[in-house]
C-alpha cells in the first residue's frame, strides 16, 4: 500500500507539473513570473505556489508554445455531435472561451441559466478571494470582559479541529485543543481556575439552511448547519458523515471539557451570548488563509467550507451573514469585476436547487481566474481538480475515449438528483489555452451523463481544429 501511494504521489506531482508549465506559458507571456501567484504569507507554503517556484526558477520542462485557436467551425462540428448525447437529457448548455482573446469559440445556450449544483463554488471561491482577499485567516477566539466569565467566539471558520481529530493535513486546521491550552494558561496565570462560560456564534445569522436545500442534506450528512462557531464542520465524529443538530452549543461543551484537563474547572451553565468589542481578548487560534481554504473547497467540494466562505463574503461586504446576505454579495462582488451577469445563487456549496448561472458565466469565472492580471484569484485555479488525479476527477478519465485528457484538463464537478456539470480549463492540441462549461440539469443517467461531459472536455483538449 506504502509503494502504491508513493507511485501515485509521484505520478500526481509529474502531472501538476506538466499542467503548471503549460498554464504557465500563458502567464508569463501576459505579466511575467510576478503574475502567477499571490505571494502566500511567510508562515505557510502553497504547493500551487511552490510548485511554480520549481518549474520557473530552471524549467524541468520547456514551456508550452500559446498555440493559435481552435477554428470555430471545426471544434463547433465535433462539440455539437458530443452534447446530442441522450444521456444529457433535454436542457443542456456549453460554452469555450479563448482565454487569452476572451473570444466566444463556442456556444450552444451559453447564455441559458442552468442548474449549477457544486460548480456554484467557482462562483463562492472568486468571491471570497477577491472580498476576503487570498491571505486573510480566519480567527476563533476567547475574550473576556474584566473580571468576568469567558466567552468562545466563532469567526466562521467551520474546519476548527476538535478533540477528536486526527493529524491535520493540508490545510493545516487551527485546533480547538491549542485554544483550550492557551485559554487555561492565560486564566491562570492571573490565577483564575474556575470560570464560567457562554458562546458567541453572532458573526451568521438567520436560518442555518438555505433556501432550496432539501430536508435531507443535514441528516444525510452532506452538509451541517451554517453557524460562525463550529468543529470538524459541524461532524460529531470527523470520520463520520453524522452531524450535531446545534454545532456552537456541541463546540463550547468540547471547549469547556477542555479546559477542565488543562485544569480550569467551567461552570454548568453554558449559554449563548453577544460580545463587546471592548471584551479581552485572553487567547485565539487561526485558520489557513483563505487561498488554501479555497483550494481545498474546490479539490474536495467542500459544501460547508463553501457555505462559510461565502457567508463571511457578505459580512465583509456589509451586509448581513445570512443566506439572503450571501446571494446580494456574491453577486455584488462579481458585478465589480464584470461578471455577475448570469449569475444568481442562493447558497455558497450549490447544494440549493434555486440556483441558477449561464454556461458563459462560469467560463468566464475561470478564464478571468488564469489570467496573468488577477494574481489574488489563481488559487482557484490550482484548486481546481486534476483530471484522473485528483479530488472530484481523482477517479475519472480512466476510459479509452478520455483517458488522454488526464493530467491536461483542470476542471469543477457538480452533482445533484439529475443535475451534472462541469466548469474548468483544457490547454488544447496546438497549445491554446481554454475554458469551459458543460452543464446538464435534466438528467435520468447520471452515470452516462458524466461520462459524456468527461468526452467533452477530453475533446476540447485533443482538438487541434485549426
Known amino acids: ?66 498555440g493559435s485557436p481552435p477554428g470555430k467551425t471545426t471544434l463547433a462540428a465535433r462539440l455539437a455531435r458530443a452534447l446530442g448525447d441522450s ?6 448548455g456549453a460554452v469555450v472561451i479563448d482565454v487569452a482573446a476572451g473570444t466566444v469559440l463556442f456556444g450552444s445556450r451559453a447564455d441559458t441559466g442552468i442548474t449549477p449544483a457544486s460548480t456554484t463554488k467557482v462562483a463562492t471561491a ?18 473576556q ?4 466569565a469567558i466567552t468562545i467566539v466563532g469567526g466562521g471558520d467551520p474546519t476548527l479541529a476538535g478533540p477528536k481529530a486526527g493529524r491535520s493535513s493540508y490545510p493545516r486546521s487551527a485546533s480547538l485543543v491549542a485554544l483550550a491550552f492557551r485559554t487555561a494558561q492565560a486564566l491562570k496565570a492571573a490565577g483564575v481556575t474556575s470560570v464560567g462560560l457562554s458562546y458567541d456564534d453572532t458573526l451568521f445569522s438567520g436560518a442555518r439552511t438555505a433556501p432550496g436545500w432539501k430536508p435531507g442534506y443535514v441528516p444525510e450528512g452532506s452538509v451541517a448547519p451554517v453557524t460562525a462557531l463550529t468543529i470538524d464542520e459541524g461532524r460529531q465524529d470527523p470520520r463520520t458523515s453524522a452531524r450535531y443538530e446545534d454545532p456552537p ?23 449563548p451570548a453577544r460580545t463587546a468589542v471592548t471584551d479581552k481578548e485572553i487567547a485565539r487560534v487561526e485558520s489557513p488563509p483563505v487561498y488554501e481554504l479555497v483550494e481545498h473547497m474546490l479539490t474536495l467540494s467542500d459544501n ?53 448561472i449561464t454556461p458563459a458565466a462560469l467560463a468566464r469565472l475561470i478564464a ?15 484548486g481546481l481538480p486534476i483530471a484522473g488525479f485528483t479530488g472530484t476527477l481523482g477517479r475519472r478519465y480512466d476510459k479509452e475515449e478520455t483517458k488522454g485528457a488526464a493530467g491536461v484538463v483542470r476542471a469543477k464537478t457538480g452533482t445533484l438528483n439529475g443535475v451534472n456539470t462541469l466548469t474548468g480549463l483544457a490547454r488544447t492540441a496546438d497549445g491554446r489555452l481554454v475554458s469551459f462549461a458543460f452543464m446538464a ?10 461520462a459524456a461531459l468527461d468526452r467533452l472536455a477530453a475533446l476540447v483538449s485533443r482538438c487541434g481544429c485549426s
Open 368 to 382: 478571468l481566474s488564469a489570467s496573468p492580471s488577477n494574481p489574488r484569484l489563481h488559487a482557484l485555479i490550482s
Open 249 to 271: 452549543r456541541s463546540t463550547a461543551a468540547a471547549f469547556a471539557s477542555l479546559l477542565g484537563r488543562y485544569g480550569v474547572k467551567v461552570g454548568r451553565s453554558i449559554r
Open 304 to 356: 460547508d467550507l463553501a457555505e462559510a466562505l461565502a457567508h463571511l463574503v457578505a459580512v465583509k461586504e456589509g451586509r448581513p451573514g445570512t443566506f439572503t446576505g450571501v446571494a446580494e454579495a456574491v453577486r455584488g462582488t462579481l458585478m465589480k469585476l464584470g461578471v455577475g451577469d448570469g449569475v444568481v445563487v442562493y447558497d455558497g456549496s450549490g447544494l440549493s436547487t434555486r440556483n441558477r
Open 441 to 450: 440539469d435534466n438528467v435520468s443517467d447520471p452515470d452516462g451523463a458524466v
Open 1 to 66: 500500500m506504502v509503494r502504491r501511494e508513493r507511485l501515485a504521489a509521484v505520478a500526481t506531482l509529474a502531472l501538476l507539473q506538466v499542467f503548471v508549465c503549460a498554464v504557465g506559458a500563458y502567464v508569463l507571456a501576459g505579466g511575467g513570473l510576478s503574475g502567477l501567484a499571490a505571494k502566500p504569507p511567510s508562515r505557510t507554503a502553497s504547493p500551487a505556489p511552490s510548485a511554480v517556484a520549481l518549474v520557473t526558477a530552471g524549467p524541468v520542462l520547456a514551456l508550452a508554445p500559446d
Open 87 to 92: 444521456a444529457l437529457g433535454g436542457n443542456v
Open 126 to 143: 472568486v468571491a471570497a478571494l477577491t472580498s476576503l482577499g487570498p491571505d486573510t485567516r480566519l480567527a476563533t477566539r476567547v475574550v
Open 145 to 148: 470582559p474584566k473580571g468576568g
